[in-house]
Structures are given as structure tokens and as C-alpha cells.
């Protein structure tokens, strides 16, 4: 599976992901930090990453967590992060995690691998409901949440607690599957 938009594609976790997703995270590590600090941790080496990759893969094949990577096309570097996780196979539903590459914030492309990824999970995987969950100083995301027709649903108290940090309120979005 690959969904294609301008000169970037995304694709599910692969094997060979790891120098890729190491050399992304180092690079990241301050924006990586506050909101993903464990995936930070487990790819400070490759020897790390590949593990990391591993254990993503199994999930990924249970269905249990989706990560996608972002690339630019030409280059194939990696630029983004996407997770579907805290699936509810029950209630059909699942929750969006992204990071971007401070090279290429702010360009539209974490708002429209989002816009693909939607889509593919309401045809592909079959939920129902898709969430984004994020605190209010991060515009970047709440603009991502909003460009995708995203739904503010409301204020979860102490929703989150970053490293060495008081617990954070943030704010719930939501995005529905259209019934035709």
C-alpha cells in the first residue's frame, strides 16, 4: 500500500525502516520530546530503531497500532511520523499521533497525510470515528485537526503528562465516516 500527493508518499512500517527512522528522531529530538517521548527513546541508536521497527511491524499485522511513514519521493528521506493507535475494534474507532520534520512544518503535508490516512481507515480498516488529540498551544496539530474537518468534541482534564511536567489538558477532536 502506497498513497501518493505531490512529491511525497506514505507507506506502512517496513523492515529497512529503521537507519530512517533513527536518523528522524535525532534530528526531531527536541519536537519529539514533550508529546512522543517514547517513541524518542526507543530510537536513539539503530540497534534501537530496529527494534522499534520490529515491534511495530507485529502490531501493525495484528492490528493493533498502524504507523506510516512519511517520504519525500526523489529522496526518500523520511520526514513524518503517523500513527493510528488506541484502536477500539468495538467501538470502531481509532486515534491519530503525528510528527513532522522541522524541515517541512508548515507545509500542508502532516494536514493532507492525515486527509489520505482518514480516508484509508474508514475504507481500509472500517472504524467509524477517528480522534486527534492535542493541547491547545500546539497550533500546527489543532490547524491539522481543523483542515481535515475535524470536530472539537471537548476539553479532557489531565489528559496527558509529559517527562518532568504537570498533567496537561487537551483538547478531543473527532472526524466521522460519512454514510452514504
Same mark, same amino acid.
Not at 524518542?40 to 492490528?63: G, R, Y
Not at 511536567?165 to 452514504?180: C, F, V
Given at each position: ?99 513532522? !520534520? *522541522?524541515?517541512? $512544518?508548515?507545509? /500542508? #503535508?502532516? =494536514? ?6 482518514? !480516508? *484509508?481507515?474508514? $475504507?481500509?480498516? /472500517? #472504524?467509524? =470515528? ?51
Amino acid at each position: 500500500m502506497q498513497l501518493n500527493f505531490g512529491s511525497y508518499y506514505i507507506t506502512p512500517i517496513q523492515p529497512k525502516d529503521g537507519w530512517h527512522i533513527c536518523n528522524f528522531a535525532v534530528a526531531n529530538e527536541d519536537r519529539l520530546k514533550r508529546y512522543f517521548p517514547k517513541t524518542l527513546e526507543q530510537n536513539l541508536t539503530p540497534d534501537l530503531s530496529n527494534h522499534f521497527v520490529s515491534k511495530m511491524i507485529k502490531q501493525f499485522e495484528a492490528n493493533e497500532v498502524f504507523l506510516f511513514t512519511l517520504r519525500e519521493k526523489e529522496s526518500r528521506k523520511l520526514v513524518g511520523l503517523i500513527y493510528i493507535k488506541e484502536v477500539d475494534w468495538i467501538k470502531k474507532q481509532g486515534e491519530f499521533a503525528y510528527a513532522i !520534520d *522541522y524541515n517541512v $512544518e508548515g507545509k /500542508g #503535508l502532516t =494536514t493532507e497525510a492525515v486527509k489520505q490516512l482518514s !480516508d *484509508y481507515a474508514f $475504507e481500509n480498516l /472500517g #472504524l467509524d =470515528t477517528l480522534q486527534i488529540i492535542v493541547h491547545k498551544s500546539n497550533i500546527g496539530s489543532l490547524k491539522v485537526a481543523e483542515n481535515n474537518n475535524f470536530t472539537w468534541i471537548k476539553t479532557l482534564k489531565n489528559e496527558f503528562t509529559p517527562l518532568g511536567e504537570n498533567s496537561l489538558n487537551m483538547e478531543l477532536y473527532e472526524l466521522y465516516k460519512e454514510i452514504e
